[in-house]
């Protein structure tokens, strides 16, 4: 792939798919449903620190749940593997990331990318008090981002005063003795961690990072013990995209993971990370624009993880 060639896949990928208009913008909270429709942005990073990208890439959204992708990576790293998997599955659910439901036998949430799962696994985050936890948590994600970020707190309040549904999932959890009592204090950080701004180049480093055994291309420094690329990558790559997974990973076969506001992190493990970002969601939650992307950009680069030929099918 010569960089002339990807700068070209993304000019052209953008003029044909921006003319798409399906999908619908989230509406749970007011800042999701002002968001423009138009905007689209593509963005590839290599794991070697090249860029290439395309659209209002500028733009800031929130991170939303591609945010539990660097959690779950946080709390291995804190915790260690058994640890984390003690608490919170592997398993893909095949329902909608914020079911209500836990496992019938372990009653653990089902796995780290589904709201229960990614409550419990913030919960694990060290520290003394709030404060501590959450700096723990931004130092985190600006180790993958290369640079300080902010919270739109309009997001953040909103997230706040209507995560009823993520409330109940809380106290599910620690009725069965899965998360501890400060449940409060966990779901502020959760509604934190979503409300994270980011725009399409730090998607894209971030997901490029992840592609790089944990170090940022640009920085060189290590955002995640490079063991547990291993324990991330696996598990984005059966339950990423919530319950489209399976066709995701038929068709793309590439380790990833959307966000309701729009943003689809993209692996290509040893690679590349791409960041896309579109905000009309399909059914599922899933960025329409962002899913047609990458399944081109994975046909006409050959990506697919499984496919021996690394050449166009058709
Ligand atoms: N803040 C959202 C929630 O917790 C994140 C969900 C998502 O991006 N799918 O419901």
């Given amino acids: ?7 070209a896949t993304l000019d052209d990928l953008h003029d044909k798919y921006r003319p798409l208009q399906a999908g619908t913008l989230a509406t749970y909270i007011p800042e999701l449903a002002l968001m423009n429709p138009e905007s689209f942005s593509i963005c590839i990073v290599t794991a070697d620190g090249q860029c290439f990208k395309v659209g209002d890439f500028q733009q800031l959204f929130t991170i939303q749940s591609i945010s539990k992708v660097f959690v779950y990576g946080l709390a291995l790293a804190e915790h260690g593997r058994e640890k984390v998997l003690a608490k919170v599955g592997v398993e893909p659910t095949g329902d ?4 209500i439901i836990l496992d019938e036998k372990s009653k653990r949430p ?17 520290g003394k008090d709030p404060t501590e936890r959450w700096k723990r948590m931004v130092s985190m994600f600006e180790r993958y981002i290369g640079h300080e970020t902010v919270v739109d707190a309009p997001t953040f309040r909103s997230e706040r005063a209507t995560g009823h549904r993520n409330r109940a999932m809380a106290h599910l959890m620690l009725n069965f003795g899965m998360i501890d009592e400060k449940i409060d204090d966990a779901l502020d950080l959760y509604f934190q961690q979503c409300s994270l701004a980011i725009d399409c180049v730090d998607l894209a480093v971030m997901a490029a990072t992840l592609s790089n055994q944990g170090r940022n291309p640009f ?6 013990p490079s063991c547990y690329i291993r324990d991330i990558l696996s598990v984005i790559y059966t339950c990423g995209m919530y319950n489209f997974a399976g066709e995701w990973a038929y068709k793309v076969g590439l380790p990833a993971k959307s966000g309701v506001s729009g943003g689809l992190l993209v692996v290509v493990p040893g690679r590349m990370g791409i960041g896309i970002f579109s905000p009309l969601l399909d059914e599922r939650g899933n960025s329409v ?3 047609k992307v990458s399944e081109e950009i994975s046909q006409r680069f050959g990506l697919h993880l499984f496919d021996c030929n690394h050449q166009e099918t058709s």
């Fill in 1 to 7: 792939m010569q960089p002339l060639e990807i700068q």
């Fill in 96 to 99: 909608a990331f914020n079911a």
């Fill in 219 to 224: 920085t060189g420094v290590q955002a995640v």
């Fill in 289 to 291: 624009r962002g899913v």
């Fill in 110 to 126: 089902y796995n780290p990318m589904v709201n229960a799962g990614a409550i419990a696994i913030t919960s694990l985050t060290k």
